[in-house]
């Protein structure tokens, strides 16, 4: 009876050592579940401060780029508008060229007729 009581003994010394273990292993296990949760945490936090970082970035970029670009398009339509102005200031001294020149091509018309019609005269005269 002896050994039977022994027996028992070291058999519920072996279930209370079981119990702990299982205790100490389950305590183990929900310590790295919540670091793994902790870790998955940070890894989310830095997920999201990168991807709010790179659109930042993204959207700083195409600001910059839209102003480049209309800066691009405002200096080209100055460019533009000079040149314009150019060539209606030299369309319009070819117009008072031509002007000038229908005048004196009407004049020297006139002119011509007029010493035609002297010449007529001069020679009926004769």
């Not at 460019?79 to 102005?85: D, G, I, L, Q, S």
Request: negative net charge.
């Amino acid at each position: 009876m002896e050994q039977e009581t022994m027996l028992k003994e070291i058999l519920k010394a072996l279930e209370i050592h079981s119990n702990h273990m299982h205790t100490k292993m389950q305590e183990m296990e929900n310590r790295l579940e919540t670091k793994m949760e902790e870790l998955e945490n940070r890894l989310e936090t830095k997920i999201k401060e990168m991807e709010n970082r790179l659109e930042a970035k993204m959207q700083k970029m195409g600001n910059q780029l839209r102003t480049e670009m209309r800066q691009m398009v405002e200096n080209l339509e100055e460019k533009m508008n000079e040149r314009f102005n150019r060539l209606e200031t030299k369309v319009d001294s070819l117009r008072i060229e031509l002007s000038e020149t229908q005048e004196t091509v009407d004049f020297l018309s006139s002119k011509t007729l007029q010493h035609e019609r002297k010449i007529r005269e001069l020679y009926r005269q004769q």
